[in-house]
């Protein structure tokens, strides 16, 4: 059975994520062996990735969106929907282990800008994942520091896609 263009979409943009998944696990190391990706939940965060595209694309009037934005709604829905869970004893949950899906929304969707959260400065990098867990996730903030930290690494020119 054939998949519909928007069906292909879906599957090829979780397989993307579940890569990035696996980058992290590999980044992350052995501490780490108790986390594992929800593939129903990443589902729903690519559905509703695409929901809130295509809504953006016929408000605007466009036929895609840019980089930006890709990685703004990318990590808006992992970090609402959390599709990474873990498993692990009390005594083995540390603050890192808290933050894993925010680390995750992160570099999900920043591998669109081609933008390793790696080369963030500390301060930076933290006062994201606290935005990420602990603030109401609005894509249009997201656009914004997304834009500006594009622009602060090399320069970031909107575009006209219609």
């Given at each position: 059975?054939?998949?519909?263009?928007?069906?292909?979409?879906?599957a090829r943009r979780q397989n993307l994520l579940e890569l990035t998944f696996s980058g992290l696990r590999e980044h992350l190391g052995s501490d780490f062996e108790h986390i594992e990706l929800n593939r129903a939940i990443l589902h729903n965060v690519v559905q509703s990735y695409f929901h809130d595209v295509n809504?953006?694309?016929n408000f605007h009037g466009t036929e895609r969106v840019d980089e930006v934005k890709q990685a703004a709604y990318t990590m808006k829905w992992i970090a609402k929907l959390r599709p990474v869970q873990f498993s692990c004893p009390?005594?083995?949950?540390?603050?890192?282990?808290l933050y894993v899906?925010?680390?995750?929304?992160?570099r999900g969707g920043m591998a669109f800008m081609k933008i390793s959260p790696d080369i963030l400065p500390e301060p930076l990098y933290a006062d994201m994942l606290y935005?990420?867990?602990y603030r109401s996730i609005d894509e249009r903030i997201l656009f914004v520091w997304l834009a500006t930290l594009q622009s602060a690494l090399g320069g970031y020119i909107p575009r006209t896609n219609k």
């Open positions: 059975m054939a998949l519909t263009c928007y069906q292909e979409k879906i809504r953006h694309k009390e005594d083995v949950v540390s603050k890192p282990i899906n925010e680390v995750f929304a992160m935005t990420l867990r």
